[in-house]
Each structure stands twice: as C-alpha cells, then as structure tokens.
C-alpha cells in the first residue's frame, strides 16, 4: 500500500487505516518538495502525481494507493484512476454527514485554495446551495500551522483566528464544520477553542478505510511489503522532527527519492 501526501497530514489517513488494520504494512511518501498542493497549478499536481505512483511502482510491489490529500484527490483522482490499472483511493469531500448532523443548517467548509476551486467541490457545493447555508473558507495557512504542530513546533492561536475570522465575527455562526484537507484532523482542538459554541467536525476518513477493508477482504490481505517504508522527496526535514512519526507509525526504514 502506498499512501501519499505533500505534508504529514496524510498521516491522519494512515492513522485511521492502522487502528482498523494493524498488520497491513504501508509506505508513506511525504512529498515535501512539493508541498504545499494547495498553492500548486492542477497540470502540476496531475503530472505530480502520475511521477509519484510511476517511480515508486518501479522500486516496490505495490498494489493499492491512497491519495492522502483532499486536493491531489478532487483534482487528479479521476485521471490516475485511467492511467493505472491498480486501486487508487481518494479523499473526497462529502457533504452527506454534514447535513445530517447539523442543527442550525449552516455548515462551514474549509480548505486549500486548490481544492476549493476545483470543479469537483464547486459540484459538491452546488447541490447544497438551495438547501442548506454553506460557508467556505478557501486557505492555504492552516495547513501550514498543521504542519507546524505535527513536527511539534509551537503554533500561533491569533494566526487560527485570522484564518476562521469571518465565522467567529458572524451571527450565523457554523454548528458543523467539513474538514477539507487531511492536515486539518490534527487542529480540532485548537479550532475548537476559538468558537465558543460546540463544533461538530466531518471528515471522509472513515469511507477512505471502508474501501481499504473492501480492497483487502477482496484481496484476502496478500501483501507484497513486507516493512513500512518512509520516502521523502526533499532533503530539508530535521530527524528529531520525524523521530516520533517513525516511532508512533513503526516505520523501519527511511531513505530520500527522487520523483523528478
């Protein structure tokens, strides 16, 4: 299994694939040189992406892969999916849960730029328009300031409160809150604490590990890899900022690759 993300916020997919399959094993491409997506034209994360399962198809057996990012997922999916012939899952916005679950009918959306323009969320927006009140916000720094907690560096509570500034000020505030990008996951604390109302998150982490379980019972979990393996593809990442991922993620061996 490959599981790949710009950042390490495509470890919050991995995490919820371990608890559910802690015998599988896994490799994690941290594509630190090109993060983040969210800034990247989509020709360059389409071309990004087709590199990534490429080159490591040529090194490893793999036979699944798992876009761990909400923007490479809505805007290359559906293309990577014709151009290989092994399972290629995604992180998918839905809106289906939000709906349910939300009490005043207003339902915040957040994420990158890129995945906010593209016309697979602006499809996803559309159908709710009539329904309910959604508000979005389009931004590139929350996942910088994820980022910043993971690798357990300190992170600025004013810089969150910019980012959610037009919800907190507003009288409609939102009681349901769609977390568009992987990055997020690891901020819903500290989101949390900024609006004095109860927040009720949604994610699509939960499908992304049904349609595992359905690719491996399918399978009869065959696995070609036989340790977990983190690549990454920018030599600029200080050890003891990974030391407690390959720790907690049990990954035995590391190495830098090229995807260029």
């Known amino acids: 299994m490959l599981i790949f993300d710009s950042g390490v916020g495509g470890l919050s997919i991995l995490e919820n694939i371990k608890n559910n399959f802690p015998k599988i094993n896994y490799i994690y491409l941290l594509d630190n040189e090109g993060f983040p997506y969210g800034e990247k034209k989509e020709s360059f994360i389409i071309q ?16 699944i892969v798992i876009i761990a990012c909400n923007t490479a997922s809505t805007i290359s999916l559906s293309i990577l999916k ?33 995945t906010i323009k593209s016309v697979y ?20 720094k929350l996942a910088e300031i994820a980022e910043k907690k993971i ?11 910019k980012v959610f500034n037009s919800w907190i000020i507003s009288i409609s505030q939102p009681d349901t ?35 595992v379980k359905k690719f491996f019972l399918n399978n009869k979990y065959n696995q070609k890899i036989k ?12 050890p003891n900022q990974l030391f407690w991922i390959l720790k ?11 995807l260029d």
């Open 121 to 140: 969320t602006q499809n996803i927006l559309s159908k709710y328009i009539h329904y309910e009140k959604i508000k979005v916000i389009a931004t590139n």
């Open 177 to 211: 809150i769609y977390l568009g990008c992987t990055h997020f996951t690891f901020l819903k604390n500290e989101i949390q604490n900024i609006f004095k109302k109860p927040i009720n998150f949604v994610e699509t982490h939960d499908k992304v590990t049904r349609m």
């Open 227 to 238: 340790k977990n393996i983190f690549l990454y593809s920018k030599n600029n990442i200080e």
């Open 248 to 258: 907690k993620y049990q990954f035995r061996y590391i190495k830098l690759i090229n």
């Open 151 to 161: 690798k357990k560096l300190p992170i600025s509570n004013l810089e969150l409160k």
């Open 48 to 63: 990004r992406s087709i590199n990534i399962i490429n080159t490591i198809q040529k090194l490893y057996p793999i036979n």
């Open 82 to 114: 014709k151009h290989f012939d092994i399972p290629i899952i995604g992180v998918l916005p839905s809106l289906t849960k939000a709906k349910k679950i939300t009490k005043n009918n207003i339902i915040g959306f957040i994420a990158t730029k890129a």
